[in-house]
């Protein structure tokens, strides 16, 4: 069992910067998948990015485009999530979400935990 929270949204300009944390705790974390995805209203959770349990394999949406990074501190049970470059259509409630596999995985159904969400806003 795992339980995430995530911080570190809010309202940044276009061209701007955030990094978003995810705080984990269970015994599982350090051999869990991670990822970080992304909804807004009427739209699907659709993927942002998403690393293996050690941090060796990473993938990312094609919309990012090299401006974000995701990390893992297995010491510190937390994942992170730097976006750099903000632009207005990132703007969604951004989710943590933990696997009980290790591979990295894009899909939602990858994932078995998920935490409550943390809005950014990017306005123009």
């Not at 061209?15 to 992304?38: E, V």
């Not at 485009?65 to 992170?80: L, P």
């Not at 999530?81 to 933990?98: F, G, I, Q, S």
Request: include cysteine; glycine fraction near 14%.
């Amino acid at each position: 069992q795992v339980q995430l929270v995530e911080s570190g949204g809010g309202l940044v300009q276009t061209g701007g910067s955030l990094r978003l944390t995810c705080a984990a705790s269970g015994r599982t974390f350090s051999s869990s998948a991670m990822g970080w995805f992304r909804q807004t209203p009427g739209k699907e959770r659709e993927v942002v990015a998403a690393l293996s349990w050690n941090g060796g394999s990473t993938a990312y949406a094609n919309f990012v485009e090299g401006r974000f990074t995701i990390s893992r501190d297995n010491a510190k049970n937390t994942v992170y999530l730097r976006m750099n470059a903000l632009k207005p259509e990132d703007t969604a409630v951004y989710y943590c979400a933990a696997a009980e596999g290790r591979g990295v995985g894009i899909g939602v159904v990858t994932y078995n935990y998920w935490g409550q969400g943390t809005q950014v806003t990017v306005s123009s």
